[in-house]
């Protein structure tokens, strides 16, 4: 059964190092979504990516976030500076394209970052 | 703007019970309704689905009705089992973008 994978599963980090996650979505999958959820809340929407191309970024925290999916296959996300206040599951999806309007997002196991 | 809220966790219930889960949102338009599941161990996953007003999804014994008078989407079911011990997450869709609730924990004794 094709998944979502991400890598790694667990980061540790100090306060002011950079991190990057990576996401590899299921086969054939066009959309790519970012999430982070903080422990005790849903997952809130970072990043939307169409193929190479951001569709929907207003909640991404642009002075220290960055999302790029180059070839419209696999995405990283990154984070430069790291602060105590990023320290959250990031979870990937993805979602095919299809004809009638409900896509549904598969989901990957997340990467659980602690910040120091 | 759009949110979804849904009770405090954590349900404990005993097998065999029956399960409730609140779940009201608010939003312009006419969003998509749907129920995530998180069990130990596994990925976020959809449990089921409404697009419209008085459809119900169902799956695995879990039922929601879309009831856009009340702007509701309870999950319930008539008879919990050990293994649906999980993290149940009510969301809505608007455009392409997914809102989550807080989650709510069940815990489901023998």
């Known amino acids: 059964e094709a998944e979502v994978a991400q890598s790694p599963r667990y980061k540790i980090t100090e306060k002011s190092q950079a991190v990057a996650f990576w996401c590899d979505p299921i086969s054939g999958h066009a959309t790519l979504y970012w999430y982070r959820q903080i422990l005790g809340q849903g997952p809130e929407l970072l990043v939307q990516?169409?193929?190479?191309?951001?569709?929907?970024d207003s909640q991404l925290p642009k002075d220290r976030f960055s999302a790029e999916r180059l070839k419209g296959v696999d995405s990283t996300l990154k984070i430069q500076p790291a602060e105590l206040g990023d320290s959250a599951m990031y979870l990937c999806?993805?979602?095919?394209?299809?004809?009638?309007?409900?896509?549904?997002?598969?989901f990957g196991p997340g990467t659980r970052l602690t910040v120091l | 703007g759009d949110s979804v809220t849904q009770m405090e966790g954590p349900v404990t219930l005993s097998e065999e019970a029956c399960l409730t889960i609140?779940?009201?949102?608010?939003?312009?338009?006419?969003?998509?309704l749907f129920w995530y599941v998180q069990y130990p161990g596994e990925v976020l996953q959809l449990l089921l689905k409404a697009t419209k007003a008085d459809d119900k999804g169902s799956n695995k014994g879990f039922e929601a009705t879309y009831r856009k008078e009340t702007t509701s989407f309870h999950l319930e079911k008539g008879s919990v089992q050990v293994s649906d011990s999980a993290v149940y997450f009510c969301a809505l869709r608007h455009t392409d973008k997914l809102i989550f609730g807080t989650g709510t924990r069940l815990q489901v004794f023998p």
């Open positions: 609140n779940c009201t949102y608010t939003a312009t338009g006419y969003p998509s």
């Open positions: 999806a993805s979602s095919s394209v299809q004809a009638d309007s409900y896509n549904e997002q598969f």
């Open positions: 990516f169409q193929d190479e191309s951001v569709v929907d």
